[in-house]
């Protein structure tokens, strides 16, 4: 393995620049994409490269541009289009949802978008209502489209380029605090859609976890280690395609579930995800399976509520602790992850 | 008519006419069987715009339209046996029956897309001229589109991005002053829409969307000057629209519009009023019939065709959502 040690955003720009190298109709596109901030850094040495036709920002106008990379994706372009924050997007659903899922399928096949939409999501702080949201769970129940959320430098680097050989449209989501994690990646590992991974082999406890819940649900895996308490942590990656065999697979094994989703949790993925293993490990299940997610709330601005708005390793530290009728575990030495004290990796 | 159009020409585009207006005539004689369960938005009276600026593009365009597309549809692919299938839900239509009426597209004749929530197609169409703009080429775009359309934000995000970047878009605004009921002094805030997009720096054109000849001679100035020197092109056509919104009939008794007199009627019926102006420029009644005849056959086969073909097979359900 030919592996070098990167963050997750230059995994970003490092995928972007090797598919624009590849294909000369592949370009990035967006507000802010080629302004001295990249987009945290993700659209880095992109202009210098490749020059503005192919890297570059736009009128502030979500829905046409939306529509435009529909456009340019069926005349045979291959446009990759970045909004700083997922929220902005909803001002392109319209485009998304009436017309990018739908268009192949109204053309009986005759069209294929291959297009892929990037979407910063989640936490800053003090983000409030409107910078905050992550939505997995409303793009993938469209018919049509492909939701992927990367966890890892190499996820972020390998998804990403699959991302964008892929012929249907894809909405790419990347939490905002993953962006300084490092890791290994080895730029020749390709990764498709659709296929889970398991972070950590366990015997007692399954918890899926999506995006920046998969730093959460290490950090309660090392906490409970301590007290003898194996978890079995598996990132999704893929909310569409679903790898379901290896998430009920590990299911079928632990016989306990958690989903620690990124979102709502009302009609939400985690609520797909917990349907799915109990019509498939009804007999196995010992309890039934737990959810984790946002508050059904919007998100508040001030600290304290926002730390209860998401969830964290705590919350699942607690739901496994009552999983398995254990007293709860002083957490007052417990160093967990805030803005101010991020993990940095490596996974 | 000669410095315009040549006989041959003239024929092709009347023929067009023809098969466009037939088509929904016998759409309108069929419907009521409730063989073809998709709501149809007829065109009849639009004719000419269409036609006369696919007319006036240079092959290798590429067109995106509305749910009002049949004429559309049919300039640019001729293809009734596709039209008619995916009228009756057939796995005969370009669509496999997925599209019915509001979808109709034939990328292979340069109809990529048509879309049935306003003002949605006009972004994908700057895209188009995008991609043609990207890979060097001075190929355009069109986008057909009402004149509710324009009240749209996607519009004006639309127009503002293809004038900055200089895009070879054409906009073409059939404009029957109907919004489904609703008439443009209720809905507008501006006297003239050209008023507006000429300040978007635009190639202008204004013609009767009625008259044919009007039709193609206004495209072909606004196309020559986008090919001439790069930018968007805004084409305006005032049409009138003979049917009610959605649906094969008149509505005139219902009370949101004056019926034109028979007299004014025949002006604003493209068909008629062409095939005078082909009368009095040396066709003869019988090349006209002729063509006529042609697409009667033509037409009724296709009719024929699509009720014999088979429905989509329950698999088809599924297929075509992803690659």
């Not at chain 1, 985690?270 to 299940?285: M, N, P, V």
């Not at chain 2, 300039?75 to 596709?82: I, N, Q, R, V, Y």
């Not at chain 2, 008629?272 to 056959?297: A, P, W, Y």
């Amino acid at each position: 393995m030919n592996a070098k040690i990167m963050t997750f955003r230059d995994g970003l720009s490092l995928a972007t620049a090797h598919e624009m190298e590849a294909d000369p109709n592949v370009f990035i596109f967006g507000l802010d994409v080629p302004d001295h901030k990249r987009i945290f850094g993700s659209t880095r040495g992109l202009l210098e490269k490749f020059g503005p036709e192919r890297c570059f920002g736009t009128s502030l106008a979500e829905d046409a541009m939306t529509g435009v990379a529909l456009g340019a994706a069926i005349s045979g372009l291959r446009p990759i289009h970045v909004h700083i924050r997922v929220d902005f997007m909803l001002l392109a659903v319209n485009q998304i949802v009436n017309m990018i899922s739908n268009l192949r399928y109204m053309s009986g096949g005759q069209l294929s978008v291959p297009l892929v939409i990037r979407a910063v999501i989640g936490r800053g702080w003090g983000q409030s209502a409107q910078h905050s949201k992550s939505l997995q769970s409303f793009f993938a129940h469209i018919p049509g489209l492909k939701v992927v959320m990367p966890t890892t430098p190499q996820d972020a680097y390998s998804l990403l380029r699959t991302s964008v050989r892929d012929d249907n449209p894809i909405i790419f989501l990347e939490h905002r605090w993953l962006y300084d994690i490092e890791g290994e990646v080895d730029e020749s590992l390709a990764i498709p859609l659709g296929q889970a991974a398991v972070r950590k082999e366990g015997k007692d406890v399954t918890v899926l976890s999506t995006s920046w819940m998969n730093v959460e649900a290490l950090k309660a895996q090392e906490v409970l280690a301590t007290r003898g308490v194996n978890l079995e942590l598996i990132d999704v990656r893929s909310i569409y395609p679903l790898d379901e065999e290896t998430l009920i697979q590990s299911v079928k094994k632990t016989g306990r579930c958690i989903v620690a989703d990124y979102d709502w949790t009302y009609c939400g993925f985690s609520a797909e995800l917990a349907a799915r293993i109990h019509h498939r490990c009804f007999k196995e299940l010992k309890c039934p399976v737990e959810r984790l997610g946002f508050a059904p709330t919007p998100c508040p601005t001030t600290r304290p509520l926002e730390n209860l708005f998401y969830p964290s390793a705590v919350h699942i530290i607690r739901t496994v602790e009552k999983m398995l009728e254990m007293k709860p575990a002083d957490l007052s030495g417990e160093s967990f992850y805030s803005y101010e004290h991020k993990f940095k990796g490596p996974f | 008519m000669k410095d315009i159009l040549t006989k041959e020409e003239s024929l092709k585009l009347y023929s067009k006419l023809v098969l466009a207006r037939f088509s929904e005539e016998a759409i309108r004689r069929e419907y009521h069987k409730d063989e073809m369960k998709t709501p149809v938005h007829l065109g009849i009276g639009g004719e000419a715009i269409p036609i006369g600026v696919c007319h006036a593009l240079p092959k290798g365009s590429k067109a995106f339209g509305t749910y009002r597309n049949h004429t559309l549809y049919l300039a640019l692919s001729e293809d009734t046996d596709g039209f008619f299938g995916e009228m009756y839900g057939k796995v005969s239509g370009p669509g496999k029956g997925k599209a019915g009426s509001m979808h109709l597209s034939h990328p292979e004749s340069g109809l990529m897309a048509t879309s049935a929530v306003v003002g949605t197609n006009i972004p994908l169409a700057v895209g188009a001229a995008f991609a043609n703009a990207y890979r060097k080429s001075d190929d355009i775009a069109v986008v057909f589109f009402g004149d509710g359309s324009v009240e749209e934000g996607a519009f004006w995000e639309s127009l503002n991005f293809a004038s900055h970047r200089r895009l070879r878009i054409l906009f073409v605004c059939e404009d029957n002053q109907l919004a489904i009921h609703t008439p443009a002094k209720s809905r507008q805030g501006f006297k003239s829409i050209r008023d507006v997009v000429r300040a978007f720096n635009c190639h202008m054109g204004h013609g009767n969307g009625s008259d044919l000849l009007d039709v193609v001679q206004t495209a072909h100035s606004v196309v020559k000057n986008m090919r001439e020197e790069a930018g968007p092109g805004f084409l305006h056509f005032d049409y009138f629209r003979f049917l009610e919104h959605v649906g094969p009939r008149e509505d005139f008794d219902a009370g949101y519009r004056q019926k034109p007199t028979a007299e004014e009627l025949q002006k604003l019926d493209p068909l008629k009023s062409f095939e005078s102006v082909l009368l009095e420029n040396g066709c003869t009644r019988e090349e006209l019939t002729q063509i006529d005849e042609h697409m009667r056959i033509k037409i009724d086969q296709s009719i024929e065709n699509a009720r014999k073909a088979p429905f989509p097979s329950p698999e088809e359900l599924r297929a075509d959502v992803y690659t």
